[in-house]
T-cell receptor, first 113, second 111 residues
Framework: GAVVSQHPSRVICKSGTSVKIECRSL??????MFWYRQFPKKSLMLMAT?????????EQGVEKDKFLINHASLTLSTLTVTSAHPEDSSFYIC?????????FGSGTQLSVL | QKEVEQDPGPLSVPEGAIVSLNCTYS??????FMWYRQYSRKGPELLMY????GNKEDGRFTAQVDKSSKYISLFIRDSQPSDSATYLC???????????FGAGTQVVVTP
């Protein structure tokens, strides 16, 4: 199957700093990528849909100024958590659409101290 | 009502048994279905993909779709402790690019 690379896998930061997470489709071009958040033992929660060359579409309740998404190329989308706070600590997962299939990155565990 | 319903489990089976997982869906707009396996603190991994009614086999895994009942299933034969994970069903939803996921079923295979 197609490969989606997500980095970093784990990040620890101080409260108030910004953190950038990268998501790359390695062997296919992805017009659409998705960002999810997942709490322990819970299902995936869609945060936003990222479309190459246009503004991301955010789900209800997700602050677009806090979670900045950039999809500058067909193989790269980034999620920046701005002014991170402890409540932003979570597992973030990206995915990329390849026709009718969806492939996921390995996830990023964010811990904000 | 959720678009895709899945029992969260946990489902515990002895090693070697058949694991049977099910999901139901409520809309027939698109007919693409997927099963993912997710280990703790990892991203979901695509296991099976199907778009037609009937069975599709891949090694120890069989995906089954019954469009008349809006029911999808995943069977794991000869289960191993390494199959212990959360399994998510998914479908391509009402519009292109809208993927809908079940809640995920936690499976525990005991030695």
């Amino acid at each position: 199957g197609a490969v989606v690379s997500q980095h970093p896998s784990r990040v620890i930061c101080k409260s108030g700093t910004s953190v950038k997470i990268e998501c790359r489709s390695l062997d296919f071009q992805a017009t659409t990528m998705f960002w999810y958040r997942q709490f322990p033992k819970k299902s995936l929660m869609l945060m936003a849909t990222s479309n190459e060359g246009s503004k991301a579409t955010y789900e209800q309740g997700v602050e677009k100024d806090k979670f900045l998404i950039n999809h500058a190329s067909l193989t790269l989308s980034t999620l920046t958590v701005t002014s991170a706070h402890p409540e932003d600590s979570s597992f973030y997962i990206c995915s990329a659409q390849d026709n009718e299939k969806l492939f996921f990155g390995s996830g990023t565990q964010l811990s904000v101290l | 009502q959720k678009e895709v319903e899945q029992d969260p489990g946990p489902l515990s089976v002895p090693e070697g048994a058949i694991v049977s997982l099910n999901c139901t869906y409520s809309n027939s707009a698109f007919q693409y279905f997927m099963w993912y396996r997710q280990y703790s603190r990892k991203g979901p991994e695509l296991l099976m993909y199907t778009y037609s009614s009937g069975n599709k086999e891949d090694g120890r895994f069989t995906a089954q779709v019954d469009k008349s009942s809006k029911y999808i299933s995943l069977f794991i034969r000869d289960s191993q402790p390494s199959d212990s994970a959360t399994y998510l069903c998914a479908r391509l939803g009402d519009s292109w690019g809208k993927f809908q996921f079940g809640a995920g079923t936690q499976v525990v295979v005991t030695p």
